[in-house]
């Protein structure tokens, strides 16, 4: 078993991303999930997880329970190790300091040495406390009230290796999204190597963007001109030359969402931010027409979608023969709330985007 210890602040969202790299994901407290196997390289591309932990213990928010806990733990480590203890989001009222010093103890008395600088393992202490989210697509997202420390051994940590911000990038268009944004949709719309992930209204391709650096193959089209070369200028900065030195395969062509030029089935998964508030810059298209096109024919090239909005659009998204598997709402800033719809086509069977190989051992 592992814990997944969540980042950001919204923990239904984030435990549905870490599904695609670990099975059975539960949201146990604020902050806090459990999983009982994961892909090690997947969690390493997550946006919105900040590391995997092999379980040791699991208690109550408190640090002398933490430390008889550990006390009466299994623990099948050797070497040094060190401690680091979290207060998850100031909910648990915790001193972390008096949490590193009385695990550390009972580690010492257990035999370890410690080396806080650069130590064989880490041992994270979570602690937090409060209610859970609620989600109606999300294991343990009830909204009951929490009290837990989890105890477990550092096992991944994700890279966090996104693509600069927008505003750093040779191109960059106002309303561009942020890449941890960017790499969730692309990872909840099944972005891994070997897969491809297409973007029918790519605007400066930050979604492809961050399919490909997690391995996809990338397929973007956007209905401007300025728009394809500009993707293609980011694509080239920070994917390389597509197929190249292992870099990953990407395409950007000028087109229409509602009429792709691809064949049935082409790829693995369609993600894509649809136009917020105004016409679309097809000009023979409304806005609902644009979206329930584009969501007809992402029906048709892949098995899976996410589409982002302002708005809800699960309506057109079930006309268009799609099976809404969760959705969010994501609070941007004062003025804007995004609409997340998770999607698989009718004919596939759920799965939750996880991955099909996962490993419950330790490196």
């Given at each position: 078993m592992y814990w997944l210890e969540l980042a950001g602040e919204t923990d239904a969202f984030a435990a549905r991303e870490?599904?695609?790299?670990?099975?059975?994901?539960?949201?146990?407290?604020?902050?806090i999930a459990r999983t009982g196997a994961i892909d090690r390289a997947r969690v390493r591309r997550l946006a919105y997880t900040r590391a995997a932990h092999e379980a040791v213990a699991r208690t109550d928010a408190d640090v002398d329970a933490a430390a008889a806990a550990l006390r009466a733990a299994s623990l099948d480590r050797a070497g040094s190790v060190a401690v680091r203890a979290r207060d998850v989001r100031a909910t648990s009222a915790v001193s972390t300091e008096a949490a590193e010093r009385a695990l550390g103890g009972v580690l010492v008395d257990r035999g370890f040495d410690v080396d806080l600088d650069d130590p064989d393992h880490v041992l994270r202490a979570l602690?937090?406390?409060?209610?859970?989210a609620e989600h109606d697509a999300v294991a343990g997202a009830d909204g009951s009230d929490a009290d837990l420390c989890a105890l477990g051994w550092v096992a991944v940590e994700a890279a966090r290796d996104f693509a600069p911000n927008p505003t750093e990038r040779p191109f960059f268009q106002p309303g561009s999204m942020a890449p941890a944004d960017a790499r969730a949709y692309a990872n909840l719309a099944g972005a891994a190597?070997?897969?491809?992930?297409?973007?029918p209204m790519c605007g400066t391709g930050g979604l492809p963007l961050e399919a490909g650096l997690v391995g996809a193959d990338a397929v973007a089209c956007d209905a401007q001109a300025k728009m394809v070369r500009g993707a293609r200028r980011?694509?080239?900065?920070?994917?390389?030359?597509?197929?190249?030195?292992?870099?990953?395969?990407?395409?950007v062509a000028r087109g229409d969402a509602t009429a792709l030029p691809l064949p049935d089935d082409a790829v693995d998964g369609v993600a894509f931010d649809a136009p917020y508030g105004r016409q679309s810059k097809?000009?023979?298209h409304e806005l609902a027409d644009l979206v329930g096109g584009a969501l007809d024919e992402a029906a048709r090239v892949a098995p899976r979608a996410v589409l982002v909005a302002d708005r809800d659009w699960r309506a057109p998204a079930r006309d268009a023969g799609w099976t809404v598997d969760a959705a969010f709402e994501r609070r941007v800033h004062r003025s804007l709330t995004r609409h997340v719809l998770v999607l698989r086509r009718g004919d596939v069977a759920g799965s939750g985007g996880v991955a099909t190989e996962m490993s419950p051992e330790r490196e």
């Open positions: 870490a599904a695609t790299a670990a099975a059975g994901v539960d949201l146990l407290a604020p902050g602690f937090a406390a409060g209610p859970r190597p070997g897969r491809t992930l297409l973007d980011n694509f080239r900065e920070y994917l390389g030359s597509p197929g190249i030195d292992d870099s990953p395969d990407w395409h097809i000009a023979r």
